[in-house]
């Protein structure tokens, strides 16, 4: 069946930097596009970033483009989220999603504060 795993999130500084992996399992990576979601305390959850199964298109969400990279390994089975100039309001739960599958992953916790 299909697995999601998040990781690396973690505290950091405003103004600092994480990268967050997605390891997937149980389908066809390369062929299938990849999200990244977030969830708030007490938000919705909310669209963070596409990339395609190639990773030729990219689409970001107006408040984390030119701030965030979402990247993949097809080689490696996994995506990644290049988070950097981190502000307070990222703060949340992150989680990865294939398009075409209905799973989440158990997410990672980024917090971003002073």
């Known amino acids: 069946q299909v697995q999601l795993v998040e990781s690396g999130g973690g505290l950091v500084q405003p103004g600092g930097y994480l990268r967050l992996s997605c390891a997937a399992s149980?389908?066809?990576?390369?062929?299938?596009?990849m999200m990244w979601y977030r969830q708030a305390p007490g938000k919705e959850r909310e669209w963070v970033a596409t990339?395609?199964?190639?990773?030729?298109?990219?689409n970001y969400a107006d408040s984390v483009q030119g701030r965030f990279t979402i990247s993949r390994d097809n080689g490696k089975n996994t995506m990644y989220l290049q988070m950097n100039s981190l502000k307070p309001e990222d703060t949340a739960v992150y989680y990865c999603?294939?398009?075409?599958?209905?799973?989440w992953g158990q997410g990672t916790q980024v917090s971003v504060s002073s």
């Open positions: 999603k294939a398009l075409t599958f209905p799973s």
């Open positions: 149980g389908f066809t990576f390369s062929r299938t596009s």
């Open positions: 990339i395609s199964s190639d990773g030729g298109r990219k």
